[in-house]
């Protein structure tokens, strides 16, 4: 089965809330990076929730068929990159989201409203 990149970004959005993530972001890298077309950036506020968040993204996509291409992160549960082909998933730590401030190395990116 495949999904459209717009798509697989919503089922990541969807399974991220559904576990109570924070400030979900999506961010359309189309015409910015090569890397991939979106990214979903949140965060849990504790290393269980972190997994938790992860680990229904993961199982999520696994029921639409898909692959993951990669999961870096999950034992120490401060920032878990998720690989999901055109769509790059970071789960943070409250205290690593502040630090990183990834959305701000991104910033040409566009904010993207999902469904």
Not at 22 to 42: E, K, Q, T, W
Not at 65 to 94: K, N, P, Q, T, Y
Request: glycine residues 6%.
């Amino acid at each position: 089965m495949t999904l459209k990149p717009e798509e697989l970004l919503n089922l990541a959005v969807a399974a991220a809330e559904d576990k109570k993530a924070m400030n979900v972001v999506a961010l359309d890298l189309r015409g910015i990076s090569l890397i991939s077309d979106y990214f979903v950036i949140c965060h849990g506020n504790s290393d269980t929730q972190v997994q938790s968040i992860a680990t229904e993204i993961r199982k999520r996509v696994h029921e639409a068929g898909l692959e993951i291409r990669g999961v870096e992160g999950m034992d120490s549960a401060r920032w878990v990159l998720m690989d999901l082909g055109d769509v790059i998933v970071h789960i943070f730590h409250r205290d690593e989201r502040d630090y990183y401030n990834i959305e701000r190395l991104w910033s040409d990116a566009k904010v993207v409203e999902t469904v």
